[in-house]
């Protein structure tokens, strides 16, 4: 016998005492739910490299809804998807107030009041370029304070349909200042901004642009969303966020950035949301489909990591599987 004083497996035992002792759980309140929208009135197009992901028209949306707050999911991210013959350099479409998206969010939170919305405030969506900011046609450099001007008119109009978190996800410098000071001036001083804090230019995010159908014409996004290598450059830009007024720090893709995480979560105070982004809940539908891993373990896996890394918001592909799973 090992003459041994610490045995870490005692607490280990048995499954009562695995679970008394577990240091994170993930409950459906800390799952936020992202969404695409078409303009259709009725419609329900599959995600071909994110199954079980939709487009969903107006009707298709509402039972959706519906459903998902059955199951417990109290938060969602909204995001447009529009015609390419909708889009132009300046993303004109984006401040017309008529445009669907602001009518969904009204409707969505007249039906749902107690649903908190979550918008998606960049011009990809609308851009023909496919860029989030406003492509310099000499230079095709982004062009940072015209961008932001347009942001800023978005974010107030996000805010008058309803949204209760609008969400920048541009990586413009200065937009979460300029955004606070613009609702502020329209009366909108209770509307949040959950700022995309740390956005790095990610390969991960592969899906998602194929569900905009908004990759980028030419070039690549690398001008304003961060080097993957880069660590304190994450610290940098959260300040910044914080001092201009964010009330969520996020930190974007999360499986490849659990350090950013925590290097968030030690340097504030406030709330910080990981995104699971599209490539991660493609990889593992991916090899689940094949057989070559266990999904439902996998997810459950890598949503407790979030939270272990210091994650109290994921907004993630797999809120709804995971409401599920927990109804079952
Ligand atoms: C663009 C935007 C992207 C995502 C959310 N907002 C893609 C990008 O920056 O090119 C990616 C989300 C995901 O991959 O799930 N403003």
New binding site residues.
């Given amino acids: 016998m090992m003459n041994l004083i610490k045995r870490p497996r005692r607490n280990r035992a048995h499954g009562s005492m695995r679970s008394l002792l577990c240091e994170n759980k993930v409950t459906v309140d800390d799952l936020i739910l ?1 969404l695409f929208l078409l303009g259709d009135e009725s419609a329900k197009s599959e995600i071909k490299s994110m199954p079980g992901q939709f487009r969903f028209g107006r009707k298709e949306l509402i039972s959706e809804l519906k459903e998902s707050i059955s199951l417990g999911i109290k938060m969602v991210c909204l ?1 447009p998807i529009l015609p390419e013959e909708k889009k132009d350099s300046m993303a004109s479409i984006a401040l017309k107030k008529e445009m669907f998206y602001y009518q969904r969010i009204k409707e969505i939170k007249d039906l749902f009041p107690e649903l908190v919305i979550m918008t ?1 405030v ?4 609308y851009s023909s370029d496919g860029h ?1 900011g406003i492509v310099d046609p000499k230079t095709k450099t982004i062009l940072n304070d015209q961008t932001i001007e347009v942001l800023t008119k978005m974010s107030i109009l996000q805010a008058q349909a309803g949204a209760d978190y609008i969400g920048p ?3 413009m410098d200065g937009r979460v200042g300029a955004i606070r000071k613009g609702l502020d001036s329209e009366g909108f001083t209770n509307t949040a901004i959950f700022s ?1 804090a740390a ?1 790095y ?2 390969s ?6 194929d ?2 159908d ?3 014409k030419f070039g690549d ?1 690398k001008t304003y ?1 961060m080097n993957p290598a880069n660590r304190r450059e994450a610290l940098l830009e959260a300040k910044l966020d914080e001092a201009e007024g964010a009330d969520v720090l996020m930190v ?2 999360g499986l490849a950035y659990l350090d950013i995480i925590s290097d968030l979560r030690r340097h504030s105070n406030l709330p910080i949301a990981a ?7 493609a990889m593992v539908k991916a090899a689940g489909e094949r057989g070559w891993c266990d999904e439902t373990a996998v997810m459950n896996e890598m949503l407790v990591a979030f939270k272990r890394a210091g994650a109290d918001l994921i ?1 993630s ?1 797999f809120a709804k599987d995971f409401a599920a799973q927990r109804i079952k």
């Fill in positions: 992202p995001f998606d960049a011009l990809d969506p989030d996800s541009d990586m995309y956005k230019a990610s991960f995010y592969g899906p998602f642009r569900a905009l908004s990759a980028p996004k969303q974007k893709p995104y699971n982004v599209s490539g991660e809940y907004l592909y």
